[in-house]
C-alpha cells in the first residue's frame, strides 16, 4: 500500500496497529518504499499512529511498573513478617537460655553454701577432736609418768 500510494489503505493499516517499522524480504520498510508526495499525505497519519503506539506503550509500562511495585510491597512484607518471627523464636529461646543460666547460678550458689557451711562443721569437729585429744593426752600422762620418748605401756 505504501509503495503505491493507497494512503487510505495505509490509514487503516495503521488504524489498525500495522508496524511501520516492518519490513519485507528485500528488507524495506512501508517508509523506505512510499514516494514522497505519498508519505507527504500519511505524515499526519504515521504521527498519530506513532503518538498512540506511545501513549499505549507508556500505559503498559505503567501497569508493568504498578505490577511490580505491588509486588516488591508484598516480598517485603513478607519478609517482615518472617523476621518478626525469627526475632521471637530467638527472643524465647534467649529467654530459655538466661533461665538455664540463672537457675545454674542459683544451684551453684547452693552448693558453694552447702560446702562452707560443712567446711565450717569440720573445722568445728576438728577442733573438737583436737580438744578431745589434748584432754586424752593429758589425763595419761598425769597418770603414768614415762621419760622422753618412750610410750607408756
Not at 511501520?20 to 524495506?28: M, V
Not at 505519498?38 to 505524515?43: E, G, P, R, S
Request: proline residues 3%; neutral net charge.
Amino acid at each position: 500500500a505504501a509503495q503505491n500510494g493507497h494512503a487510505q489503505s495505509m490509514r487503516v493499516l495503521l488504524d489498525r496497529g500495522a508496524d511501520l517499522e516492518a519490513k519485507d524480504n528485500a528488507g524495506k520498510s512501508a517508509i523506505d518504499l512510499s514516494k514522497a508526495e505519498h508519505f507527504k499525505a500519511l505524515v499526519p497519519q504515521i504521527l498519530g499512529t506513532m503518538r498512540r503506539d506511545r501513549e499505549r506503550e507508556r500505559t503498559r509500562f505503567a501497569e508493568a511498573l504498578a505490577a511490580k511495585q505491588t509486588e516488591i510491597e508484598e516480598a517485603q512484607a513478607s519478609c517482615a513478617k518472617a523476621l518478626a518471627a525469627k526475632q521471637a523464636e530467638l527472643e524465647e529461646l534467649r529467654a530459655a537460655k538466661q533461665a538455664e543460666v540463672d537457675a545454674q547460678a542459683v544451684a551453684a550458689e547452693a552448693y558453694r553454701s552447702a560446702t562452707v557451711a560443712a567446711m565450717a562443721a569440720l573445722g568445728q569437729r576438728v577442733k573438737q577432736l583436737e580438744g578431745l585429744a589434748q584432754l586424752l593426752w593429758r589425763s595419761h600422762s598425769t597418770a603414768t609418768t614415762c621419760p622422753p620418748g618412750q610410750v607408756p605401756s
